[in-house]
């Protein structure tokens, strides 16, 4: 079935949403996006991906092209529309179209931003496999560029480090730079040691993800010990656990880092717990 999208303000079928050629979007990667999962119909950490949606613009010099209220009664529209119990909802915002293509920025007075938006249905996403079975993750280096603070949608290098995890028979990838962790290819990565759970601290080496921010402190309200510091590869599989989170996976148990099975090769209690306070906690404040 055909699904409706949003392109700047308008509703329409998906095949009857265009784009410029000459959007940045496509012709630079010049955009960033935001991605909210759907439980029951309602966003989960909406306000959270708004507020770094604004940062990633604010880092950009690009000028919202949508305000926070329209933002939020147009992801709630394309759910409605969608009729989306469990999935997400993709926001994307490219700084525009100014008709040709050329490296500097347009004016953005004249050259006002694209905002895109599709849903997703995604009916387990709740109950999917891999919340019970755990991944299994390898490493590869780290080649992005050093602002992945910044939500852009250059995905490329990430898309090749799923491939690689992919034929290595494995969930994900591990980017690995100066010989410690900095994320996965589309999550942050955590590893639990006794009863202390270690995630690298934020900095621009790695995407400040709501959902870790959300686990963390629903961690320490459960006096759960954090500590926030880099971890090497070979940590990791001496480590009692380790998982990884992000919006559209929560939290996700991983259960072998490059061949080491962690534990008992199976799913850890920490994580378990996580994932369960995490679901919990955050359908208390989904709109
Ligand atoms: N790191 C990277 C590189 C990601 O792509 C993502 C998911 N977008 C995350 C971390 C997790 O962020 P969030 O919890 O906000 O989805």
Redesign the pocket.
């Known amino acids: 079935m055909s699904r409706t999208v949003y392109v700047n303000g308008d509703y329409l079928p998906e095949e009857e949403a265009t784009i410029s050629i000459f959007d940045r979007g496509f012709l630079m990667a010049d955009g960033v996006y935001e991605?909210t999962s759907v439980l029951g119909g309602k966003l989960i950490d909406f306000e959270?991906?708004a507020a770094?949606l604004a940062r990633s613009l604010a880092e950009l010099d690009m000028v919202a092209p949508i305000s926070h209220e329209d933002l939020l009664a147009a992801h709630r529209e394309l759910v409605a529309k969608n009729d989306i119990d469990n999935g997400l909802v993709y926001l994307q915002v490219t700084r525009g179209s100014a008709g040709d293509r050329d490296f500097a920025f347009p004016d953005p007075e004249t050259v006002p931003g694209t905002v895109v938006m599709f849903t997703q249905s995604k009916p387990d996403l709740l109950e999917s496999a891999v919340a019970t079975t755990g991944i299994r993750v390898i490493s590869v280096p780290d080649l992005r560029w050093h602002r992945?603070d910044i939500?852009t949608v250059q995905l490329l290098y990430?898309s090749m480090g799923k491939m690689a995890a992919k034929a290595a028979g494995a969930g994900d990838a591990w980017f690995v730079e100066d010989g410690k962790v900095t994320?996965?290819?589309?999550?942050?990565a955590y590893i639990v040691k006794g009863s202390k759970i270690v995630t690298r601290e934020l900095s621009n080496d790695?995407?400040h993800?709501?959902?870790?921010s959300a686990v963390l402190r629903y961690a320490a309200e459960a006096q759960m010990e954090v500590e926030e510091r880099a971890f090497t590869i070979s940590e990791a599989q001496s480590a009692d656990e380790a998982f990884v989170?992000?919006?559209?996976t929560f939290v996700t148990p991983v259960i072998e880092v490059d061949g080491a099975a962690l534990g008992d090769g199976t799913p850890g209690p920490v994580a378990k717990r996580l994932r369960e306070l995490y679901i919990e906690e955050s359908l208390k404040t989904a709109v």
């Open positions: 991605v959270g991906h770094r992945r939500k990430p994320e996965g290819t589309s999550n942050n790695i995407l993800g709501i959902t870790r989170t992000s919006a559209t």
